[in-house]
């Protein structure tokens, strides 16, 4: 069960909000985390027995929206890949929403 602290914005107070896998705390912040970082990834490595492999996917990152970065498409990225998304959006031209 995951378990995330979120201060209440207009009290000193502090809340702790449990539930399923999908309450997690955002990794900027610590707030409770409403989104995931679309960052695409690819991951390699060996296995046990020496064969090669690649696996495809999101850095899927917990973020909320004060430390999740916009991008087109619908897309959100955690601190640790906006600049990375930011520099991809200018290098094809797309505009980032503000």
């Known amino acids: 069960m995951g378990c995330a602290e979120m201060r209440l914005p207009d009290a000193n107070g502090v809340a702790i909000v449990c539930g399923g896998r ?3 705390p955002c990794v900027g912040c610590g ?5 995931l970082c679309d960052f695409k990834l690819v991951l390699t490595g060996v296995s046990g027995s020496g064969r ?13 929206t004060n430390c999740m970065t916009h991008l087109p498409g619908d ?13 991809a959006c200018a ?6 929403p503000g």
């Open 22 to 24: 999908a309450i997690k």
């Open 31 to 35: 707030q409770l985390a409403t989104r």
């Open 52 to 64: 090669a492999w690649r696996r495809h996917g999101t850095c899927s990152a917990p973020i909320c």
């Open 75 to 87: 897309k959100d990225a955690c601190p640790q890949h906006a600049a990375a998304c930011l520099e």
């Open 91 to 96: 290098r094809h031209g797309l505009e980032v």
